[in-house]
């Protein structure tokens, strides 16, 4: 009789949480039914290569933040990223972006963003990447993973280009007998 390690098993079924998050982010309801929301799984060597560059990014900017959240990817076995695309405005004028729907696009290409995401983006999307990770982690508590939404891993996996989107966050996902995302230190 196959013998499958418990770590091997928590792997497995890690790996299964995620594609069913992922299915959730991705029908998770969209503003006027446009779906600029992207996912990806990562797990085994592109969990340390995400690490790796958050480490690389606390060491450019003095944010230790990144450092702490690099020690708990590690830790983790599976991480499933989901972003967004903002730079395609709903055209509905809402200037919650600062912007028309027509200006949206020129602002963008005048390199509007300061920090190490993409913008400005169309608020629209970002609503729309909200509702899709709350639908994401719900399975994952319904499912027992513990898991955690972290910008740091999002802002790496984008400078790695791991995902075509201009928002993204990580969400790592660990089976151990406490959650190892809370009692964290910087």
């Known amino acids: 009789m196959p013998v499958i390690s418990s770590d091997q098993a928590e792997t497995e079924g890690l790996l299964r949480v995620a594609e069913l998050m992922a299915v959730a982010a991705?029908?998770?309801?969209?503003a006027r039914g446009v779906d600029v929301i992207k996912t990806?799984?990562?797990f085994g060597e592109e969990l340390?290569?995400?690490?790796?560059?958050?480490?690389?990014?606390?060491?450019?900017?003095?944010?230790?933040?990144?450092?702490?959240?690099?020690?708990?990817?590690?830790?983790?076995?599976?991480?499933?990223?989901?972003?967004?695309?903002?730079s395609r405005?709903?055209?509905?004028?809402?200037g919650a972006c600062g912007f028309s729907c027509d200006e949206l696009p020129k602002r963008r290409a005048e390199g509007g963003g300061r920090g190490p995401l993409k913008g400005p983006n169309c608020v629209m999307a970002m609503l729309d990447l909200g509702i899709a990770i709350g639908s994401a982690?719900?399975?994952?508590?319904?499912?027992?993973?513990?898991?955690?939404?972290?910008?740091?891993?999002?802002?790496?996996?984008?400078?790695?280009?791991?995902?075509?989107?201009?928002?993204?966050?990580?969400?790592p996902l660990?089976?151990?007998?406490?959650?190892?995302?809370?009692?964290?230190?910087?």
């Open 26 to 30: 991705r029908t998770a309801p969209k």
């Open 137 to 171: 982690v719900k399975i994952a508590a319904d499912l027992n993973a513990d898991n955690r939404v972290m910008y740091t891993i999002g802002v790496a996996a984008l400078a790695l280009g791991l995902m075509e989107a201009d928002v993204a966050v990580g969400i």
């Open 40 to 42: 990806a799984i990562v």
């Open 174 to 186: 660990s089976a151990t007998g406490k959650n190892i995302y809370f009692d964290r230190k910087v």
């Open 48 to 86: 340390e290569k995400i690490a790796a560059k958050m480490e690389e990014i606390a060491e450019q900017t003095g944010l230790a933040f990144f450092k702490r959240d690099a020690n708990c990817l590690r830790r983790s076995k599976v991480a499933l990223l989901i972003g967004a695309v903002g």
């Open 89 to 94: 405005p709903r055209g509905i004028n809402c």
